[in-house]
């Protein structure tokens, strides 16, 4: 019997999901990466250099601690080999924006968004505010257990390191291993206490021969059930794994839809897909 094919998923697609897409990625090495834009990079970047330290400034109400950044590099960290429900291999691979280090020795999971979180002109935004802590609830468990088994095998993480892909000395990759499972040591997670969303958005701007941007933002708890999500991940690789394409979303044939993807309308062609093995 052929042993499972072992997948290898990023906890950021896990948010605003799609079957379809996921299952072309991942099989048929088809998808829309879209384009990077660098100031995307640079908001990022000063959102996390600014609650660095003491988890307080996060939210008062949050248990003592300090807010530590988990990138190195601006590499990503594979998990170990973890198994769903259905006992089929997979790993985790990506890097989340902050990790809490409390002082009882426990962790929190931290992700920003930039994202508007309330209606400047007061309106009831709580709804629309729920449904993007639903989204992104997957995406933050992902992180979870990616920190709590971080992958230390030095043959593993030699073989793919970005230096041995792209043929650097040994000296240079065997350097680059080294510091990256120090700094494992430093952010590995023993126990999660808390996973939470850091909703940040342009508030308002003054000029002083410069533009200033005011940010205000805003912390929400997000409830923290292991369980549940193993099960999601399962129905997740149930799709991965299963020999048919997955339907297209109905809002994705719609054409008038702010979420609607072209690439499942001008280049799906189910009788040409060539499945990638392994």
């Known amino acids: 019997m052929k042993a499972p094919k072992v997948y290898t998923i990023s906890p950021s697609e896990l948010s605003y999901r799609c079957d379809h897409c996921a299952h072309l990625k991942h099989n048929y090495e088809l998808q829309n990466k879209g384009v990077s834009a660098g100031i995307t990079g640079e908001l990022d970047s000063i959102q996390k250099k600014y609650f660095l ?51 009882d020795k426990t962790s929190g999971i931290i992700d920003y968004k930039t994202s508007k979180f309330k209606d400047k002109k007061g309106a009831d935004y709580s709804i629309d505010l729920l449904k993007k802590i639903k989204e992104y609830t997957p995406q933050l468990h992902g992180y979870d257990l990616l920190y709590s088994n971080l992958e230390t095998d030095k043959k593993f993480l030699t073989e793919n390191d970005r230096g041995t892909k ?28 808390l996973l939470g969303l850091v909703f940040v958005y342009p508030e308002d701007f003054s000029d002083d021969n410069k533009l200033n941007i005011h940010f205000s933002y805003q912390f929400k708890k997000v409830d923290f059930k292991p369980k549940k999500f193993l099960e999601e991940l399962t129905n997740y690789f149930d799709s991965l794994h299963s020999n048919e394409v997955p339907p297209i979303p109905e809002k994705c044939k719609d054409t008038t839809n702010r979420t609607h993807c072209w690439m499942h309308n001008y280049f799906f062609d189910e009788k040409k897909l060539q499945r990638k093995n392994g």
Not at 92 to 103: E, H, M, S
Request: proline letters at 4%.
């Open 166 to 193: 792209q043929g650097w000395k040994k000296e240079t990759i065997d350097r680059r291993v080294k510091e990256k499972l120090e700094k494992i040591e430093e952010i590995k997670v023993k126990k999660t206490a």
């Open 53 to 103: 330290g003491d988890c307080k400034k996060i939210d008062m109400n949050l248990p003592d601690g300090e807010v530590i950044d988990p990138d190195h590099k601006n590499e990503s960290f594979f998990s170990k080999v973890l198994y769903d429900n259905k006992k089929r291999p997979f790993r985790l691979k990506g890097k989340g924006d902050a990790l809490i280090a409390f002082k």
